[in-house]
């Protein structure tokens, strides 16, 4: 069983819609990331949060917007996302210290009609 | 910039075959090297780490050995079962890189027929 949650696992969602993204972890981890990888490809990084604040951001567009509430969660908004967007949406936790292995969820399989 | 570089698959095996995987690597700094694995509809699994040279991961029958000198984590498992089909990802973590990033190589899709 893995030990980050993400809900939903599957979303189908037209290109004005506004939907969010919801991951949790309960290992104490202090640095949370939200990944996309497309089939037969590895993950993307595209936000890290590092005690709750925003720390990386890999140039992703403004219809994604990463939110942290708290140290156990991590939230993916997502608005007026196209076609191409559709992909497998990761997150992960790690300790917040070099060189520390991230522990992921199942994803969300997200699908841009 | 850090890279990972992996044999591209498919690795098409039959049960009870040797596998090995090769993975090589370019850092900067000092990296830690992660073996992930991906089965179908999931997300990734740490299937083993090493931390410095001459480290050796191992995990559910699978090893990789850290070796600096040839900047290579190859992994390996001496008799495969149908259920270690899935893609593996090579990854480094470099402690001088913000944010504990991961670089991953571009994955291996292994098939074991039975």
């Known amino acids: 069983d893995t030990e980050v949650t993400q809900t939903p696992k599957h979303l189908v969602m037209g290109m004005t819609n506004k939907k969010s993204l919801k991951c949790e972890q309960h290992?104490?981890?202090?640095?949370m990331y939200w990944y996309k990888q497309k089939a037969k490809k590895p993950p993307e990084l595209m936000f890290v949060?590092?005690?709750?604040?925003?720390?990386i951001n890999e140039s992703v567009p403004s219809r994604f917007s990463p939110e942290c509430p708290n140290s156990s969660l991590l939230n993916l908004h997502l608005h007026a996302l196209q076609p191409e967007d559709s992909a497998l949406y990761l997150c992960?936790?790690?300790?917040?210290?070099?060189?520390?292995?991230?522990?992921f969820g199942d994803g969300t399989r997200l699908s841009i009609l | 910039g850090d890279s990972v570089t992996q044999m591209e698959g498919p690795v098409t095996l039959s049960e009870e075959a040797f596998l090995t995987i090769n993975c090589t690597y370019t850092?900067?700094?000092?990296?830690?090297l992660f073996w992930y694995v991906q089965y179908p509809g999931e997300g990734l699994q740490l299937l083993l780490k090493?931390?410095?040279?001459?480290d050796k991961g191992s995990n559910k029958g699978f090893e990789a050995t850290y070796r600096k000198e040839t900047t290579s984590f190859h992994l390996e498992k001496g008799s495969v079962q149908v259920s270690d089909s899935a893609v593996y990802f090579c990854?480094?973590?470099?402690?001088?890189?913000?944010?504990?990033?991961?670089?991953f190589g571009g994955g291996t899709r292994v098939l074991v027929k039975p």
């Open positions: 090493a931390t410095k040279a001459d």
């Open positions: 850092a900067t700094g000092y990296p830690s």
């Open positions: 949060y590092s005690y709750e604040k925003l720390s």
């Open positions: 992960a936790s790690s300790q917040d210290r070099g060189n520390q292995p991230q522990h």
């Open positions: 990854a480094l973590s470099d402690r001088k890189a913000a944010g504990n990033k991961l670089t």
């Open positions: 290992m104490g981890h202090r640095a």
